[in-house]
């Protein structure tokens, strides 16, 4: 399906098969889309008997392409607004949030802004504030962009839509202006049950962005630190997490 958000297509899948279950929503990182989720989100429906919305953002996938790849440095706020947008278009009032990287910072933003949509977060590797183990994650994706075959691969998910993204999410976060975004003011506001799970071994991201999510924000909380694991979780542990997130939603919905 297609959802117009101010005159742009966004591709979204929505599978609503259980009645009075609430609408797990995916937010896919900074290189992500719905098809790179593969049949993780339908596995997480099944396990937890939840309806579940996947979608790609503008200029992923198989939505409508970016008109620029600069950025705002608030970027990630303004997605968050999107969210609500989708949300309310398509009457979801008990969303659990899922987000990845990118997207678990979406997440967070979502839920302290519109709290009475957001039941639930659960975030994976996701940015509070900016590292520079990240800016070094960014640096050498973007020796890897200019020197393997890695263009051809994000291809074939975004096609002609590749570079922009690309030049989006580096030039964005490698930005001077963009070293002091931080949305820790925003955590206090988060009064939904919170999951943050992470990598040890993450390539993009310390265990300081876990700590000082959970400290902030005002709900109940818990951390799911996963041994000899990068950035992506649900990708390198998948049963690990599956069983994770089955079990939250259980204890906290």
Excluded at 133 to 144: M, S
Excluded at 167 to 191: G, H, Q, Y
Excluded at 208 to 224: F, L, M, P
């Amino acid at each position: 399906m297609l959802i117009n958000i101010d005159g742009n297509n966004l591709y979204a899948e929505h599978y609503n098969e259980f009645e009075n279950r609430p609408t797990i929503v995916f937010l896919h990182d900074s290189l992500g889309c719905v098809e790179l989720w593969r049949d993780f989100p339908k596995q997480i429906a099944e396990v937890s008997q939840c309806n579940i919305l996947i979608y790609d953002r503008l200029g992923y996938g198989k939505s409508d392409p970016m008109p620029t790849y600069v950025r705002p440095v608030n970027y990630l706020e303004l997605e968050a607004d999107v969210l609500n947008t989708i949300l309310e278009k398509l009457k979801i009032e008990n969303a659990i949030l899922f987000g990845h990287s990118d997207g678990g910072s979406i997440a967070l933003i979502a839920a302290s802004k519109y709290p009475q949509r957001i039941k639930m977060v659960i975030c994976e590797a996701a940015h509070i504030f900016v590292e520079e183990i990240t800016l070094n994650g960014i640096r050498e994706a973007v020796v890897a962009y200019q020197n393997t075959n890695l263009p051809e691969r994000l291809q074939k998910y975004h096609g002609n839509k590749t570079e922009t993204i690309f030049k989006a999410w580096t030039e964005t976060w490698l930005r001077v202006d963009f070293r002091n975004w931080n949305i820790e003011n925003l955590l206090p506001k988060i009064k939904s049950p919170l999951l943050f799970i992470q990598g040890e071994k993450d390539e993009y991201g310390t265990l300081d962005q876990v700590r000082k999510t959970i400290n902030a924000v005002s709900g109940k909380t818990e951390k799911y630190i996963i041994p000899n694991v990068g950035h992506t979780p649900h990708k390198e542990a998948p049963k690990t997490v599956l069983d994770k997130i089955a079990a939250f939603i259980a204890e906290n919905y």
